[in-house]
């Protein structure tokens, strides 16, 4: 008995969960982890956990996940946090295979373009690597899935449900701004094509201005995407709230409009866009060559390659425009961000790879199978494993299941640090690390951590100042903060902490 199309995709939708499903939960990390440059985790977790603020922008979108994932009764909170990223990978993964099927659902064999498109994306090292720790790409991620699967969907949506499209792909979008600013490359696919803008036929065109009055803008439809945009940016409503109740951790303490504005903007990393050094900057695009490469394989890529070159039909003509604007802005967002994990930055542009990817498989599957059907089996089986072999060697590079140097670093510290003693933190794998043991695992409460370059700033102070009592926090220091605050407190014991490829951590 053969099966319908419709229980065809979801077989695959099925596969694809429990595959990818199986392969983040085996290289989950088990706690707090520093893998795959995860060193906010224990920010993130803190924040969810305490109703507090993490670092800039505030994620509040993600916050409201994490806590719900966090109130799951399975095993260590930090690793219930860390499920919500593989959760989000193998959504992400599924909505890569729903957009491509979408886009060639005129070919018999779209489920299996898709399912192919769906795999060289979650397997493909980056997005693993994202999989398996506490950080908000993955969440980001399944946005940006979602919007390009919405984008897909609008190109030939009916009239009657185009209210319910508007307000849906404008919540998403509005969402998805509540995770990350990198939401506003999306604003083109969010406001363009599908049913915002729609071309007239005209039974003559000549020139540019002729061009031009092809267009019909539907401002009906901008204007319910932009309501609904703006009314899911309410979500940023949950931080100020959160600081009103003085959380352990409350970054830019967002009770006043400047202090939001600069928490949401992100302006304490402003500095880093676009700021890499012209000597870094040939380095970073032959590194941006092999992530490309390394992400699906040579082969993958190949196929990629062909599905750009040689893919027909008057869909794929429609997504071009779109694919190319994302793929070019997030790589040269991520090659001038001035920061050594910026590669995160390429998830978004890997993801219109994945998609060609699965293009280019369709179109080489159909070239096989009209000369025979075998050499059609051939083709798709010999893609399919082109992106599975490269996974098997990607798997220790990424595999978070057994680090613990996050959770080795706080046991030591806090095992060795003397009582009452001020704990000044460099670095975020520190300060995070040690925040999450004393604030999530109630580990030596009697310490104070202090964050010196935090100092300058006085929502800092008074989240210092509210958080421990005991501790006199000085409103201004002459020279270095850190010294002030050990003349304010001089009958208790000083200690350093970081970690920089190996603890380091003393007592004055």
């Not at 932009?226 to 899911?232: E, H, I, M, P, Q």
């Not at 850190?482 to 902490?497: G, I, K, M």
Request: glycine fraction near 8%; charge should be neutral.
């Amino acid at each position: 008995m053969s099966l319908s199309r419709s229980s065809l995709h979801w077989f695959v939708v099925a596969i694809l969960i429990l595959s990818l499903g199986a392969v983040y939960i085996a290289t989950l990390a088990p706690g707090l982890s520093w893998a795959n440059n995860g060193a906010d985790g224990g920010d993130l977790i803190s924040a969810a956990a305490t109703g507090g603020i993490p670092h800039p922008t505030g994620y509040p979108t993600y916050l409201l996940l994490a806590r719900f994932f966090q109130m799951i009764p399975l095993r260590s909170l930090a690793f219930r946090t860390n499920l919500l990223s593989a959760v989000c990978a193998v959504a992400a993964a599924v909505f890569v295979y729903l957009a491509v099927a979408r886009l060639l659902s005129a070919k018999p064999l779209n489920w299996l373009a898709g399912g192919i498109a769906a795999l060289a994306y979650g397997l493909s090292p980056l997005v693993w690597s994202q999989a398996v720790i506490t950080e908000v790409y993955s969440l980001q991620a399944l946005f940006v899935a979602l919007i390009v699967y919405l984008w897909f969907y609008g190109f030939d949506l009916k009239p009657e449900k185009l209210v319910c499209y508007d307000i849906t792909i404008g919540l998403v979008a509005g969402l998805a701004f509540g995770n990350h600013l990198t939401t506003m490359f999306l604003l083109p696919l969010v406001f363009s094509m599908g049913a915002a803008i729609k071309k007239q036929k005209l039974e003559k065109v000549e020139g540019l201005q002729s061009w031009m009055k092809g267009w019909k803008i539907r401002w009906a439809s901008i204007g319910w995407r932009s309501g609904a945009l703006l009314a899911s940016l309410m979500v940023y409503l949950v931080l100020p709230l959160r600081a009103v109740s003085r959380p352990p951790i409350n970054w830019g303490d967002p009770v006043t409009l400047k202090n939001f504005i600069w928490l949401v903007s992100g302006q304490l990393y402003a500095g880093r866009v676009f700021a890499v050094p012209l000597d870094y900057v040939f380095p970073r695009i032959q590194y941006w060559a092999y992530l490309l490469g390394a992400q699906f394989g040579w082969l993958g890529l190949a196929v990629g390659l062909y599905g750009v070159l040689f893919s027909r039909g008057q869909a794929i003509k429609k997504i071009v425009p779109g694919m190319a604007w994302l793929f070019i802005v997030f790589s040269i967002f991520s090659i001038g961000y001035n920061s050594y994990d910026s590669d995160v930055y390429l998830i978004p542009a890997f993801l219109m790879g994945a998609v060609w990817v699965g293009i280019g498989a369709l179109e080489l599957i159909d070239w096989s199978i009209q000369r025979k059907r075998w050499m059609g089996l051939i083709t798709a089986g010999a893609v399919v494993v082109g992106l599975v072999i490269p996974a098997f060697f990607h798997y220790p590079e990424v595999d978070a299941s057994h680090d613990q140097r996050a959770e080795n670093f706080g046991t030591e510290v806090f095992d060795s640090a003397l009582p009452h003693a001020i704990i000044f933190t460099q670095g975020d794998e520190a300060t995070f690390a040690l925040q999450y043991f004393q604030l999530v695992l109630h580990r030596r409460p009697d310490v104070a951590l202090v964050v010196a370059n935090l100092m300058p700033y006085g929502w800092y102070r008074t989240t210092l100042s509210a958080s421990y009592p005991s501790l006199v926090v000085p409103d201004h220091a002459v020279e270095a903060w850190d010294e002030a605050v050990v003349q304010a407190n001089l009958s208790r014991p000083v200690c350093d902490a970081s970690y920089d490829a190996k603890m380091e951590f003393s007592c004055r």
